[in-house]
């Protein structure tokens, strides 16, 4: 897909991951909306890539509400058009131990509430979105393409049973999707990245950021930029589907 004049979503494209995916594609003259709960956020976004001269719209929406989604979608094509192009990015963590113990004593479990926040906006916050850009897509008689940001955690990680389960989802989603979709023109690829300095990652004590950029062969995390690249890639080359991109240094859990 050349990107020029293409309409594309990206899901939580306020900041961090998405903002610079949408400055790798604007880049490339797509027209982009920008869908994240930040208004204030969006706003900014919008008013960044202005000056770069690139054309984007912010939509305020709830992945994890299926009707601020369809609604959000129907805004979408109402403004712009029907999407060329869907990035599934929006993520949240909420870490914790399954069961933190002390000589034989419960401490803390991961809250039930912990778990459903991440997988509603992780995991069903991907399929709603999915869902409803795949079917504008096939309704307008055009290809398409759906890239969701899974990671390399979707193997598993200590302290976050959560997101670990919600990102192999969403790579079971991604290999689903390009199945189901492809006698329709709609490509679907994922980016697995690892880590990444983001606001998630810029959280995290020293010591830890040390011991996780230890294990890292590269020896240093990856820039937003670097999964902007991955997303690019799976965007423009038109025989990459149902497959997980990896972009994390060599990094394995």
């Not at 400055?23 to 003259?29: A, N, S, Y």
Request: with cysteine; proline share 2%; aromatic share 4%.
């Amino acid at each position: 897909m050349t990107l020029q004049d293409r309409i594309i979503a990206i899901t939580g494209g306020a900041r961090g991951l998405g903002l610079a995916i949408a400055r790798r594609l604007g880049g490339q003259g797509a027209t982009l909306a920008l869908l994240d709960r930040d208004g204030p956020a969006l706003d900014e976004a919008v008013g960044t890539l202005a000056e770069a001269g690139i054309t984007a719209r912010g939509f305020v929406v709830d992945v994890a509400d299926e009707a601020s989604v369809a609604s959000t979608f129907d805004a979408v094509a109402e403004a712009l058009g029907p999407p060329d192009g869907l990035v599934n990015n929006a993520g949240i963590v909420r870490d914790g131990l399954l069961v933190k113990a002390r000589d034989g004593k419960v401490q803390e479990t991961l809250s039930l509430d912990a778990w459903q926040q991440v997988i509603d906006v992780n995991l069903t916050g991907v399929f709603l979105c999915g869902r409803e850009a795949a079917a504008r897509m096939i309704e307008a008689g055009r290809e398409g393409v759906i890239v969701n940001i899974s990671s390399v955690v979707r193997e598993g990680n200590r302290g976050q049973s959560n997101y670990a389960a919600a990102k192999a989802g969403v790579a079971s989603l991604t290999v689903t999707w390009a199945q189901e979709l492809a006698r329709h023109g709609i490509r679907v690829g994922a980016v697995a990245p690892g880590f990444i300095e983001t606001e998630m990652t810029a959280a995290l004590r020293d010591d830890m950021r040390e011991r996780i950029t230890a294990g890292i062969p590269l020896r240093h995390m990856g820039q937003p930029e670097d999964i902007a690249e991955s997303v690019a890639f799976i965007l423009a080359n038109d025989y990459f589907t149902g497959r997980i991109l990896e972009c994390d240094g060599g990094l394995r859990l």
